[in-house]
C-alpha cells in the first residue's frame, strides 16, 4: 500500500449504530487530519493530530470521536449520527505541520445516515 | 470567519485555456494552494504559491497577488482529463487550509 488508505470506502448506517472509519499514511508523516466534505461544500476541518497530539478540535460534536494511537493511523469513531453528517470524510497527512508541504488525501468513506 | 470565493463551474473546450480565479478574504496569510479532485476521488496536490507571481508547472500555472487577496490557475491545453473540480485552499495560520467550495471544470471534445 502507499499514500493515504481509507476503510471503508463506503458506510450506511442506522441513527443509533456506532462505528469507526480507519486511516493510515504509509508516508512517514507527523501530522494527521480529518475533514468533512459535503456535497457543494467547502471541505471542513475537524480534527489535527501533530505526533499523535490532538492539536486541532474545531467544534465538532461530541458524536464524533477521534483517536490517535500512532503517526500512521487514524480513527474516527461515530455513533447517535444524524442525516445531517451524511458525507464525504476525508483523511490527510502532512509531513509536519505547516511549512510548504502539502496535505496528502485519501480517497475517503462515503458515510450515509438513514 | 475565513472566505474564499471561487466560480461554482467553468466549461471549456480540449485544446484551449481555462483560468480559475480564487479571492480569498482571511484572517492571515501563510500560503495558497490549489488541488484537484476527480469525482469520487481524493483531492490532490497541484501547487503551492506564497510569494507574488506565476509559478509555472507543466500545462499548469499558478498566480498569487497577497495585496488583492487573489489567484488564479491557468490549465492550458486541456485535455479530457482534466475534467474536475478545482479546490483553492489558504493557510491562514500556522497549518489550518480553510477551503472554497472548489470549482468544477468541465472539458467538451
Known amino acids: 500500500e502507499t499514500g493515504v488508505t481509507q476503510t471503508p470506502r463506503h458506510l450506511v448506517m442506522g441513527m443509533t449504530n456506532k462505528k469507526s472509519l480507519k486511516c493510515e499514511q504509509h508516508l512517514g508523516h507527523n501530522a494527521m487530519y480529518w475533514y468533512k466534505q459535503s456535497a457543494k461544500k467547502p471541505l471542513e476541518l475537524m480534527f489535527v493530530y501533530n505526533f499523535k497530539e490532538q492539536t486541532e478540535n474545531n467544534s465538532v460534536p461530541s458524536r464524533f470521536s477521534p483517536e490517535c494511537p500512532n503517526s500512521s493511523h487514524l480513527f474516527l469513531h461515530l455513533h447517535t449520527l444524524q442525516p445531517e453528517d451524511s458525507a464525504l470524510y476525508l483523511c490527510?497527512?502532512?509531513?509536519?505541520?505547516?511549512?510548504?508541504?502539502?496535505?496528502?488525501f485519501g480517497p475517503g468513506t462515503r458515510l450515509t445516515v438513514t | 470567519g475565513q472566505n474564499i470565493d471561487q466560480p461554482t463551474e467553468m466549461t471549456a473546450t480540449e485544446g484551449a485555456i481555462v483560468q480559475i480565479n480564487c479571492t480569498y478574504q482571511?484572517?492571515?496569510?501563510?500560503?495558497l494552494f490549489w488541488y484537484q479532485q476527480h469525482a469520487g476521488e481524493a483531492p490532490t496536490f497541484l501547487s503551492y504559491?506564497?510569494?507574488?507571481g506565476l509559478e509555472e508547472k507543466g500545462r499548469f500555472s499558478s498566480f498569487l497577488s497577497r495585496s488583492k487577496g487573489y489567484s488564479f490557475l491557468l490549465l492550458k491545453e486541456l485535455q479530457m482529463k482534466d475534467s474536475a473540480s478545482y479546490l483553492c485552499?489558504?493557510?491562514?495560520?500556522?497549518?489550518?487550509?480553510?477551503f472554497g467550495a472548489g470549482t468544477t471544470v468541465t472539458v467538451r471534445a
Open positions: 482571511t484572517s492571515g496569510f501563510n500560503g
Open positions: 485552499a489558504v493557510r491562514d495560520g500556522d497549518y489550518k487550509l480553510s
Open positions: 490527510a497527512s502532512s509531513q509536519d505541520l505547516g511549512g510548504s508541504g502539502e496535505q496528502y
Open positions: 504559491n506564497v510569494l507574488d
